[in-house]
């Protein structure tokens, strides 16, 4: 399982596009699709998660993966702190 940015790197690959790459090139050729976070399987659309980095251009892998990397780390950590959130107050009111 790919996940991350990483993924978005495989979409880019699969599309047979080499960088730079624009994320609104991204949007308007993939918006639907879906990159997973995590192992755990939590993913978001690809629109979603590149409008929450606000970037503009990917100018290589490792610019991707630098861009990218810390709003995936930004919306996993959302996630665990929501899902903990809950179980708190469900069993400790």
């Known amino acids: ?10 979409l880019i690959v699969e599309a ?3 960088y730079p790459v624009t994320s609104r090139r991204l949007e308007r050729n993939m ?3 879906n ?5 755990a ?3 978001m659309m690809l629109a979603e998660f590149l409008q929450q980095a606000d970037v503009e251009r990917f100018e290589s892998r490792e610019d991707l ?5 810390p709003v995936c780390e930004a ?7 929501t899902i903990l959130g ?3 107050r469900t069993f400790f009111g």
């Open 16 to 18: 047979g596009w080499s």
């Open 86 to 88: 809950r179980l708190k």
């Open 41 to 43: 399987g939590n993913s």
């Open 31 to 33: 918006p639907l699709e």
């Open 1 to 10: 399982m790919t996940v991350g940015p990483d993924a978005v790197h495989e």
């Open 75 to 81: 919306e996993i950590q959302a996630r665990q702190t």
């Open 65 to 69: 993966e630098r861009k990218l990397r």
């Open 35 to 39: 990159i997973t976070l995590d192992e």
